[in-house]
């Protein structure tokens, strides 16, 4: 029996009582308060909105001294100071929108004890007057948030974050640190622990799988895509639901396609709309007035759906959203799972609907050649939080792909263990009847002609090639003196989309991204001259797959 483990806990369930106004820990929370409190370091992964804060502010208010919280975001240490300041504990921050005088004053009071937790942005922690400062008080921990930021295989790298491994060794007493995140990467992980400099820390995985939203992929023609959501938001009418969209431009031509064909479907079944729009659309492009009314709309339950960008969501807190429909593939799993988690809050069943197609992934693929205008970044840096992001984007397509349980997929991807491999109830995998289909000879025609072409032009020609097309735009290539040309002129021209994708995704091909992505040989392709080749995918059978099965029909009263 360990009593001090008790003692602690005992302390720490009265804090987060006495100070938080909550009666129990979530998972992971007592763990990680318990080693801080220990005086071991802590990584911890959690979600965003699991409740990563408690994890620090418990340990902060009962150890003596004060603890350091780093955090990227200057809007949101003033929203953790002011809460903490309402219940109770003593905080503060110091940093660049404060006047000289003003900063001097909190560090003042900080040396003086009157204070427990001081915010800090990383800049901050450059200066000679916070290096002064932090060799004279008691530092006892340093909670660094957003932790992956330290890490350039992560999505959002600074450069900032790269100092604080040096800060934390050059304290006189060295303090616990407590790192936290919600991005999981074996490799950003391996970054947090290294660059920031933490020893032996406890590693907590916890609270990925939110049980109650029903995770649903379909792969959709663009063109079917705006009929689809209408007629979903058509049958949902009573329902709050947001909608993501790739650009500005689409979340307003998505959001009039619904205030004007979503009554008419209703109508046309029988049933009453009330009056005012359906839809709004809120993204960045938008004046500061109109998005804050289009929030408040939404929040209020005047508008039942927000057509976004995800510049939509960022403390937003509405705990009845039942839907989240994403119209295009996001950049990453992480990306996915912040924006389709702000679906069920409450804890009710909600449903988080990705829409997605090969151009999806095309599109994507191109972006990753933007810009990175936030970091003065060195071409090698550069090259690195391209892969990075290329890996990312590989992992989303993995979960459009996957015919694996959905909830699994993603709660393995960010690292939590412990599920029993058994299919789920909320998911369109599990109970999904999957065909395999034998491809082998498609995927080898598709080898031959990027061969034919000696690796030098894209996907698009790769599938017109095969097929045997006269298109102007391939004279120059000369195809109809290449073995391949016409070989698959049978061939559905989707299943030939569709393989040569799978084959990327596989690693049997390689699209190497640019102005014009150029299909090039993976690390596999050797495989597909053998002559034991074989390969299968499996897909959804179609008679279930037609439309999701949500075409707008009955249940409207
Ligand atoms: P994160 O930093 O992980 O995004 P927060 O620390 O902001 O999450 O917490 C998210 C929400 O959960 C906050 O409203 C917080 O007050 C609440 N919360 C955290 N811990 C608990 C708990 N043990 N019981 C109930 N609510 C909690």
Redesign the pocket.
């Known amino acids: 029996l360990d009593l001090s483990g008790m003692t602690d806990n005992t302390a720490a369930l009265g804090a ?1 009582k006495r100070y ?1 106004g ?5 998972p992971g ?1 007592a763990g990680i308060v318990d080693t801080l409190l220990a005086g071991r370091d802590v990584l911890g992964v ?10 620090y ?1 418990i340990p902060a208010v009962l150890m003596p001294g004060i603890t350091v919280v780093i955090s990227p975001l200057i809007s949101l240490m003033r929203d ?1 100071v002011d ?1 903490l300041n309402d219940a109770g504990v003593p905080a503060a921050f110091v940093n660049g929108t404060q006047a000289p005088d003003e900063q001097g004053m909190v560090l003042a009071q900080a040396a003086a004890g009157q204070i427990k937790l001081l915010y800090v942005a990383p800049e901050r922690l450059e200066t000679t007057r916070f290096r002064d400062f932090a060799a004279r008080v008691p530092i006892s921990l340093v909670a660094v ?1 957003e932790a992956h930021c330290v890490s350039q295989w992560g999505q959002d790298f600074r450069s900032s974050y790269l100092g604080i491994g040096e800060f934390i060794a050059g304290l006189p007493a060295r303090p616990v640190v407590g790192a ?1 995140t ?1 991005t999981a990467t074996e490799r950003v992980r391996r970054d947090v622990v290294g660059l920031l400099g933490l020893r032996n820390p406890a590693v907590t995985v916890t ?1 990925f799988d939110r049980p109650n939203l029903y995770f649903d992929v379909l792969n959709m023609e663009s063109k079917h895509k705006a009929a689809w959501v209408a007629s979903y938001v058509a049958e949902h009418a009573e329902e709050s639901g947001i909608i993501y969209c790739a650009t500005r431009k689409d979340t307003e031509a998505l959001a009039a396609t619904l205030n004007q064909s979503v009554p008419q479907l209703r109508e046309a079944k029988g049933a009453h709309t009330a009056a005012g729009p359906i839809a709004v659309a809120y993204h960045g492009g938008m004046l500061a007035d109109e998005r804050n009314r289009a929030q408040a709309d939404f929040v209020a339950d005047r508008v039942p759906v927000v057509v976004a960008t995800n510049a939509f969501g960022m403390g937003i ?1 509405k705990s009845n959203v039942r839907y989240v429909i994403h119209h295009n593939m996001p950049e990453s799993i992480e990306a996915y799972y912040q924006e389709a988690g702000r679906a069920g809050r409450d804890g009710e069943p909600s449903r988080c609907t990705l829409l997605w197609n090969e151009s999806d992934i095309v599109t994507r693929r191109r972006l990753l050649d933007g810009d990175y205008e936030n970091e003065r970044l060195s071409p090698e840096e550069q090259e690195i939080v391209r892969m990075a992001k290329r890996r990312l984007l590989d992992g989303m397509v993995g979960y459009c792909r996957t015919t694996d349980c959905l909830h699994r997929y993603m709660t393995r991807y960010f690292g939590q263990e412990g599920d029993d491999g058994s299919p789920c109830t909320a998911c369109s995998n599990c109970g999904q009847t999957f065909e395999t289909i034998d491809v082998t000879n498609i995927a080898r025609a598709i080898s031959q002609c990027v061969h034919d072409v000696d690796q030098r032009v894209g996907s698009g020609k790769i599938v017109k090639i095969l097929r045997g097309s006269k298109a102007q735009d391939l004279a120059w290539l000369n195809p109809e003196a290449m073995p391949t040309f016409g070989m698959l002129r049978d061939v559905n021209e989707a299943r030939v989309r569709d393989v040569l994708s799978q084959m990327a995704t596989d690693g049997f091909l390689f699209i190497a991204e640019g102005r014009m992505p150029i299909v090039r040989f993976g690390v596999r392709a050797g495989e597909t001259i053998a002559a034991d080749f074989h390969y299968e995918i499996k897909r959804v059978r179609r008679s279930s797959a037609a439309t999701g099965g949500t075409a707008f029909g009955g249940g409207v009263g």
């Open positions: 987060l938080f909550y009666d129990s820990f979530r929370q959690m979600p965003t909105g699991a409740g990563k804060s408690v994890c502010q953790q809460g948030d936290f919600a609270g807190d």
